[in-house]
């Protein structure tokens, strides 16, 4: 069980380590958009999330690592939060847990705020 975690935990940190350089090119050609967690795997306790959002009348989907977990309730099903997605490459996206959108108006209030103070992937 102990290699399980430990295995988790290496697999998780290389994958954190290759997605360095892909943030920040995502963040450095940012657009903004609603994502929508619509389901999450829990393998050898690492929590991955499913998104989606919309770009242009376009779905498209992604996928966020949430963590190492032992569990997941399912309380972030259908919760919705900022997706920053890259300008030229819309499928390229990351959806970042510090910004919950609970209305319109949340997101609105985001991307104004986002004009003079953008989000950072770290």
């Known amino acids: 069980m102990k ?3 430990l295995i988790s935990l290496i697999v998780l940190a290389l994958g954190s380590c290759k997605s360095k350089k892909a943030l920040e090119s995502i963040y ?3 657009g903004y958009a609603v994502g929508s967690i619509t389901y999450s795997t829990d393998i050898a306790y690492v929590l ?4 989606e959002y919309k770009v242009a ?5 992604g996928t966020k690592n949430g963590g190492v977990t032992n ?6 099903i259908g919760r919705q939060f900022l997706v920053v997605y890259k300008l030229s490459e819309p499928k390229k996206s990351d959806l970042n847990f510090k910004y919950p959108i609970d209305t319109e108006q ?4 985001m991307l104004d705020k986002f ?3 953008p989000p950072t992937y770290k």
């Open 106 to 109: 949340d997101f609105l209030d």
């Open 48 to 51: 991955t999330y499913y998104y």
């Open 71 to 76: 569990m997941d309730d399912g309380r972030m």
């Open 28 to 30: 450095g050609e940012a």
């Open 3 to 5: 290699r399980i975690i």
């Open 57 to 61: 009348n376009t779905t498209y989907k």
């Open 115 to 117: 004009k003079s103070n």
